[in-house]
């Protein structure tokens, strides 16, 4: 099962020892919690209560959990109640409405565990602030050789032009077999600690997935030390790098974990693997057959779709024109989408797009391991490779971005007041640039309870 490692000194232990499985769930408002069950607890563990809830809900899902037919290609469906669940947004929604209180009660089990374990932790943290598995890895394998050298800088170069404005954030990842990825947690950790990084780095058993903020010095250290590390220079280069502006300020701390994806499908990488994808088209290739499909008399006759693999709330703010943009909240529901839609894609050529490239890595190839697509093809890259190369391209409206920038601009189009998630899965209103088009919005986002 998947685990979390955080690098933040007051959450590590926390994150070490509570393994559960990678649901992606981050609403917080689907478990309604009795009062006097907060009021017991101090203002330390209350700061633990979601991370607890989160675990607790996912345990009870795991637990109902039972094997698909043969012919699926996913692995499991669910069973509760004497009813039979198949999408995983089903069985999400029976247990939230239907076992709340005993989503409750695991949840105090499980924060009574992490209180006991925190406490006596207290005299390891007194001896060493750091997290104790990355200690271990870093005794017993050096990461310490693959740490760039920065005695020739100060802490204040390295940390100068953090914020948004002289900052720089960097998107990437790369899907290649690692086959010790806690090493590999390890390493990145201390890497990100040495240069002062914040953000989200992604590791499995299939790759790499990364988006980090700081100054640029380390940004540029950190991208040469990638290129020049044995496990990833034979498969990444610098145009791999997507970079805008931004900095450490982008994101409240620095989150580095092992997990069975690198993007959450919900499917195995040993089901549908990511040496299995589309076509990949560079930007410029990409951008000539939008223009051949746009050009078009009759968009909704063609033999091609224009699909993007994103959220809804993503695409209500930017999407390429044209493009079929499923009503999807998290990318886990995607291979459900194309269950329901086969009929829809037989004998098309299917033009793929995401932010940068990653989650049509694994899409294209779920889509194609249903045999029904004429031809599947990616964007290289992604929405911001593209938007470098044209920014006055067929993509219209902000580039949404899971940060605390929410959307990057790279073109300027009509301001409207969307309703968008916040950082904390709430919803609020905000002011976005976005595109005017005339028969693709006419749908209005609304309230879900159950957010990405």
Known sequence: MPSSTSPDQGEDLETCVLRFSDLDLKDTSLINPSSSLKAELDVSTKKKYSFAK??????????????????????????????????????????????????????ASILKQLTATLNSSKSLKSADKRNPLVEYLTRNHDVSAWLPDISCFSRDELISGQDSDKGEVL?????????????????????????????KVRIATEGINGTVGGSKLATRLYVEIMLSCPLFKDYLCKDDFKTSEGGACCFPELRVGVFEEIVP?????????????????SPGEFHKEVEKFLSQANQEQSDTILLDCRNFYESKIGRFQGCLAPDIRKFSYFPSYVDKNLELFRQKRVLMYCTGGIRCERGSAYLKAKGVCKEVFQLKGGIHKYLEEFPDGFYKGKLFVFDERYALSFNSDILSDVTLLNRKGHWQKTLVTVAVFQNSWDQRLHHHSDNE
């Open 171 to 199: 998107l990437y990842y790369c899907y290649r077999d690692l086959e010790d990825p806690h090493w590999v947690c390890a390493w990145q950790t201390a890497l990100c600690q040495h240069l002062h990084l914040t953000g």
């Open 265 to 281: 499908m919900g499917i195995s990488p040993n089901k549908i693997s990511y040496k299995k994808p589309g076509i990949h088209l």
């Open 54 to 107: 989160k675990k607790a809900f996912a345990l009870f899902v795991k637990t109902k959990e039972v094997p698909a037919p043969s012919f699926e290609c996913k692995e499991k469906w669910w069973k509760c109640c004497q009813q039979l669940f198949i999408e995983q947004t089903s069985i999400h929604r029976h247990v939230a409405t239907q076992h709340a209180g005993e989503i409750c009660h695991q949840t």
